[in-house]
């Protein structure tokens, strides 16, 4: 197992989908608008951890599934590549759109709005594509084979990520002046994303005719 090659493929595709504008991106933006850069960070660690929770399902589910049904890979593999590559498509052809921080574009997490680690928490647990996205990125490397440590290293990266992301966009991003510049760059972002979705997904479904070697 080239692990190299595994970080590589996992991330090629999460770091894209990451940076995306989306349930999270807007809830951290909201939070740092309306209530300061620290209930921002707040918000941040809420969805960072949520993140953290998405993938730890899906790496445990896929990997339990595996060990138990070693049949399942190949069935696991082509599903994650067809939907990675349907996400791709579908951001090829996304036209530009403005980026929308009101109250409802962030999700039904009402509930914890005043505690902002808790809202970025359930923004991010009541986005139900974020472990469709989850297990397909991860549906390119987990094999029966894979090692608890790769995948606790995988977790802890997912987590660092997010986390670094969306402090940088509660800290620098959350002004509309620097959002309307940002929303320029949304389209190449989304077109970037399209592509490494693409290739990653064709390279799961070409690999999934071959047998997973450990």
Not at 27 to 51: D, E, K, N, Q
Not at 186 to 213: K, M
Request: hydrophobic letters at 55%; proline letters at 5%.
């Amino acid at each position: 197992m080239d692990i190299t090659l595994v970080l590589i493929s996992v991330f090629a595709v999460f770091i894209p989908a990451l940076l995306l504008p989306g349930p999270d991106f807007v809830a951290v933006v909201r939070s740092s608008m309306t209530r300061g850069t620290a209930a921002g960070l707040w918000t941040t660690l809420g969805v960072s951890i949520g993140l953290g929770f998405y993938a730890t399902l899906s790496l445990l589910g896929l990997s339990a599934l595996l060990i138990e049904y070693q049949w399942l890979t190949w069935l696991v593999r082509v599903l994650g590549g067809s939907y990675l590559i349907y996400l791709g498509i579908r951001l090829l052809l996304t036209k530009p759109q403005a980026i929308d921080v009101s109250a409802e574009a962030a999700g039904a997490a009402g509930c914890g709005r005043s505690n902002p680690l808790l809202f970025g928490f359930l923004v991010t647990l009541t986005n139900p594509k974020a472990i469709v996205l989850f297990a397909s990125v991860f549906a390119t490397a987990v094999t029966d084979s894979t090692p608890l440590w790769l995948m606790g290293l995988m977790i802890a990266l997912v987590v660092a990520s997010a986390l670094i992301w969306y402090a940088v966009v509660s800290l620098f991003m959350s002004s509309s002046p620097v959002i309307r510049r940002f929303q320029h760059a949304r389209h190449w972002i989304e077109r970037a994303a399209g592509v490494c979705f693409v290739t990653i997904g064709g390279r799961v479904l070409a690999d999934a005719r071959n047998p997973v070697s450990p």
